[in-house]
């Protein structure tokens, strides 16, 4: 995904990072830094972070087996002829290098578009990489989002031109702030405001305020790219307009969405999407399903049109991108001799995400769905996983399997469902749903990470996947 390799010198690392050399001389440019060792390899920084459950330091020497070129640290290890850049606190030296990254990449006349949301950050910066991708792209690899990957990624930001792409997250007021002040967005983008962390919020408008402060950060007469159904758009376009930005541009379902969804309708590879972009007629093909998929893609045409790139051209695309892994990919084969198909939307889940989800199965629902826990919503859990309840009943599955006592207590209460088989955990899930598959069915997994879907997803894919292998004569190494 990312265009071209950093290659950073010992004395601009020092410089980044504040800190001094110690050992032997590096033996040249670093050409890549990492917080886990066992991803090192040769010309790896890597760096050194204390943890409440491990400590960096411990894993200098495997780094260093794996070939990294260096090391940064707070303190020099004694048994590892390593090159360290000594420095006072190594989580600040990180957003330093982070920092320094980024500026190089502004001197160099690179732009970067930065997105938040409550919903659908990861997939949209994984569809706007997919689009700038011909021209180069450098963007934020799996969920790096917070306080570490979002350094992590800018320190590795090659000092060219080249377009990058930075998901932002957060879990409290003012990390985002934090966050967009070094990673400096041409172009910040907001998805979507939604519950998905009132466990950590009191209410919707301070998640509002939070997610707004993507704008603080934004460089003087940037470009805010909102969505306009969003009963937000006011507040944060005014907040937008206050920190700067020269544009504002809308995109969704609203007429007067400068990039606006007309249609999306559903086919085997995907959608066929019809849309309006300030009143000129746009169709394409997106390898996902689900509408919000479809919503969001008028978001990234908006960065990339934001970027200079013809919008017509960059949307022929999107009929490759498709759904990705955890949110919405699609496997089939046997699990246990039985011919199914799985729809693996396990990567997260809150009431906007599972809304949408059901939404987008309402074509071709599944005869079983798997369901975990949606956590870190607080007092109002209760409430939110009620709210789920009509969205399930017009799928009607015939099996649904529930973890967590939230989940299961809602569940209980469906009178349309003739199996509800609540558990206390993946295995047993597992277990249960082996017991109810017939030939055929759809099978539907979904929850937050934290509350086990995804062990249950993992499963049915190795053997889904093995079983492929098996039908090829192909082999699979073990991971």
Not at 265 to 276: C, K, L, T
Not at 417 to 443: K, M, N
Request: net charge negative.
């Amino acid at each position: 995904m990312n265009a071209t390799s950093m290659r950073i010198d010992a004395e601009t690392l020092a410089s980044r990072a504040g800190g001094n050399w110690a050992g032997p001389a590096v033996g040249g440019d670093v050409t890549s830094i990492e917080i886990d060792s066992r991803r090192c390899v040769e010309g790896s920084l890597f760096v050194a972070l204390p943890g409440a459950q491990a400590d960096g330091h411990d894993f200098i020497s495997a780094a260093a087996d794996r070939g990294a070129a260096a090391a940064l640290v707070s303190r020099p290890a004694n048994d590892a002829d390593l090159p360290m850049l000594v420095v006072d606190d190594v989580q600040h030296a990180l957003t330093g290098l982070g920092a320094g990254g980024r500026k190089a990449h502004i001197a160099a006349g690179g732009r970067l578009a930065a997105i938040t949301g409550s919903v659908g950050k990861t997939g949209s910066k994984e569809m706007l990489a997919h689009l700038l991708q011909p021209g180069g792209c450098h963007a934020s690899r799996a969920s790096f989002n917070n306080h570490l990957g979002v350094p992590l990624t800018l320190a590795a930001l090659p000092d060219t031109p080249v377009d990058a792409v930075q998901e932002i997250g957060m879990n409290a007021p003012g990390e985002i702030s934090a966050l967009s002040a070094i990673a400096k967005p041409d172009i910040a983008v907001i998805t979507r405001i939604a519950d998905s962390h009132a466990g950590f919020f009191d209410s919707l408008d301070d998640i509002a305020d939070a997610k707004a402060e993507i704008f603080d950060g934004l460089r003087e007469g940037g470009t805010a790219i909102l969505n306009r159904n969003d009963v937000y758009f006011d507040l944060l376009a005014a907040r937008a307009h206050d920190a700067g930005a020269g544009r504002i541009i809308s995109f969704g379902t609203a007429e007067s969405s400068d990039f606006r969804l007309v249609s999306a309708e559903r086919q085997i590879e995907g959608m066929q999407v019809n849309a309006q972009v300030r009143g000129t007629s746009l169709s394409f093909g997106l390898g996902m399903h689900g509408t919000h998929w479809a919503t969001n893609a008028l978001a990234m045409l908006a960065v990339c049109d934001s970027l200079g790139h013809d919008v017509a051209a960059t949307a022929g695309r999107l009929a490759s991108f498709a759904n990705l892994p955890g949110r919405g990919a699609v496997s089939s084969g046997k699990f246990d001799g039985t011919a199914i198909t799985l729809i693996d939307d396990s990567y997260n889940a809150g009431p906007a995400s599972m809304t949408a989800a059901f939404a987008s199965l309402a074509a071709n629902p599944p005869q079983i769905m798997v369901l975990s826990e949606m956590l870190e919503l607080g007092d109002g859990s209760a409430k939110a996983h009620t709210a789920l309840a009509p969205g399930i009943m017009s799928l009607r599955p015939r099996v649904v399997i529930t973890i967590g006592a939230e989940m299961s207590r809602m569940a209980a209460e469906l009178p349309c469902i003739s199996d509800h088989e609540p558990v206390a955990d993946a295995e047993a899930a597992t277990d249960r749903l082996r017991a109810h598959l017939r030939d055929g069915d759809i099978v539907f997994i979904k929850g937050s990470n934290g509350s086990g879907a995804w062990r249950v997803a993992a499963t049915l894919i190795k053997a889904l996947h093995d079983d492929d292998a098996s039908d090829t004569g192909e082999t699979h190494d073990a991971a």
